[in-house]
């Protein structure tokens, strides 16, 4: 990738991360690691919370963003209850996930296939069906990884506890309404 | 604080208590029906959005849940929720509506397109918030029919309970559902991974890093001595209650532990049934550690 498209990258996320509430406290990181030391994703993600700013002020947020890092976050808060500088880590890595996505960086990422497969439920019911959801997903990325799962579904089964036939809501089409009126002043 | 018996509060279920996690909801309802206070549900209500629709499209997650509280707008009260994921995105929503004028005039617009309007005026609650700070020690206390004594309770808070607002509880070291624990008649244990993330979706998506977080949180609860688990969101009650087996072969330790909603010991604390409380649910021996323990 080149650096004309780092800097994009980082100018893009920048630009959405100063509309956050206290955004623009980003800019005060003293790269202290406490985000790092606190997330318990850390030791599956190629860069950490801390190295993620450092790459964007190195304008090399492009290796963050074609790495695994930003779809292992689990959106704990805990970087963003402790970081002295009080940045709201959490939703940057928010930003980062949707521009990942918006970029088409994300391809094989599993947390981003869930989020997709949830959206999708989401919008054809108003609600999220579990099974639908899960079905989706792993369709979409190893059914064969959907193995370890089925003790659990047969319990969940057996229990009553599976809902195979997801209900709509009443107002499914005033909600798409509303949907497709946001969609058409959507920016990012 | 008002009489008992009027306390009303509008209440949103959330998708995962429908099916999956049901029995959290029944629970949650019949808990309500003993103490007096009315839930009424939400009339129509859609998902909110929680944390994975966020990532993919923010403003349409604002306005799923700003339809939510619109609906509750309408009927002029709180709104009690028992999810902690739906808890944090409505009030998230609220948040960045008030701070954000422009953005709420886009959501309004939205909603308009659909017959709706939101003013901004919801407050959003936890039912764990509901109970220990409306209800109080005294409400709940008169309600105990049933000695819980004796029985060791390690409080899973989760992690974004009190994340990040900041103004619930400790987003550290919770302790609301161990005050309630206590009033009921049960020990707290100390417990350190209360607000410790048991690793959302992660369970799913990557399942070494889910079987890890959720099993340090089970292992340190059996360390503690604690003979079960409470627990107040759905989703890290499945995680909890789900893959024990497969969590204890990967940390290997022991992980094998009751694990049920606070509601759950609530009512057996107030002498309510197994089918009010929806014991057969359980996917870990709940039943058999309250017909010992408690006589549910
Ligand atoms: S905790 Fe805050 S200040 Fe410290 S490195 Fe992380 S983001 Fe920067
Ligand atoms: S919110 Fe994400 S980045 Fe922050 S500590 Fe939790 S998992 Fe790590
Ligand atoms: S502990 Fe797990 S289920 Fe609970 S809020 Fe955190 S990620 Fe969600």
């Not at chain 2, 049920?260 to 009512?267: D, I, P, R, S």
Request: one cysteine or more; charged letters at 25%.
């Amino acid at each position: 990738m080149t650096t004309a498209k780092a800097e994009e990258l980082s100018r893009e996320l920048l630009e959405n991360v100063y509309e956050l509430p206290h955004g623009e406290k980003i800019n005060e990181c003293i790269q202290c690691g406490t985000c790092s030391a606190s997330c318990p994703s850390i030791a599956a993600m190629e860069y950490g919370p801390r190295e993620i700013v450092a790459s964007l002020r190195a304008g090399m947020l492009d290796r963050v963003l074609n790495s695994n890092t930003v779809w292992l976050c689990v959106s704990c808060y805990s970087c963003t209850i402790r970081c002295p500088a009080g940045i709201p880590f959490a939703d940057v890595m928010y930003e980062l996930k949707r521009l990942e996505v918006e970029k088409g960086l994300s391809k094989d990422s599993e947390g981003a296939t869930m989020a997709k497969a949830f959206v999708e439920t989401v919008d054809d019911h108003g609600r999220s069906v579990e099974t639908k959801l899960l079905r989706k997903y792993f369709l979409r990325t190893n059914p064969f990884k959907a193995l370890p799962q089925v003790p659990l579904a047969m319990k969940l089964f057996f229990r009553g506890r599976l809902e195979i036939f997801g209900r709509k809501i009443k107002g499914l089409e005033n909600l798409h309404k509303m949907l497709a009126a946001i969609e058409e002043n959507e920016t990012k | 604080m008002n009489d008992e018996a009027t306390r009303a509060y509008s209440y949103f279920p959330g998708c995962s208590v429908t099916a999956t996690n049901r029995a959290y909801d029944i629970s949650t309802r019949s808990v309500a029906g003993a103490l007096g206070v009315e839930l009424a549900e939400l009339d129509d209500w859609n998902c909110c959005g929680a944390t994975a629709y966020l990532p993919i499209r923010e403003k349409r997650s604002f306005v799923l849940s700003a339809r939510n509280l619109a609906i509750a707008e309408k009927q002029g009260r709180e709104l009690a929720t028992i999810c902690n994921a739906c808890y944090v995105v409505l009030r998230k929503t609220n948040k960045h509506l008030a701070e954000d004028p422009k953005l709420h005039e886009e959501v309004c617009q939205a909603l308009a397109a659909g017959g709706m309007d939101y003013g901004g005026t919801v407050r959003v609650r936890h039912f764990l918030d509901i109970v220990v700070n409306d209800l109080g020690e005294e409400a709940i206390r008169s309600h105990v029919t049933r000695d819980l004594s004796g029985l060791k309770v390690a409080c899973y808070s989760g992690c974004q309970l009190s994340r990040p607002f900041d103004d619930l509880d400790d987003p550290e070291y919770p302790e609301l559902m161990g005050r309630l624990i206590g009033w009921l008649g049960a020990e707290a244990v100390p417990f350190p991974m209360s607000a410790k993330c048991c690793g959302g979706l992660a369970m799913t998506t990557r399942p070494e890093i889910g079987q890890t977080l959720t099993g340090k949180i089970l292992k340190v609860a059996k360390q503690a001595g604690a003979d079960c688990v409470t627990t107040c969101c759905p989703l890290c009650q499945i995680n909890l209650e789900g893959y024990q087996g497969a969590v204890g072969a990967a940390i290997g330790a022991d992980c094998s532990i009751p694990v049920l909603y606070f509601t759950q010991l609530m009512g057996s604390a107030f002498g309510l049934g197994q089918k009010e409380l929806a014991l057969k649910d359980s996917l870990t021996p709940v039943k058999a550690l309250l017909a010992e323990k408690v006589g549910t």
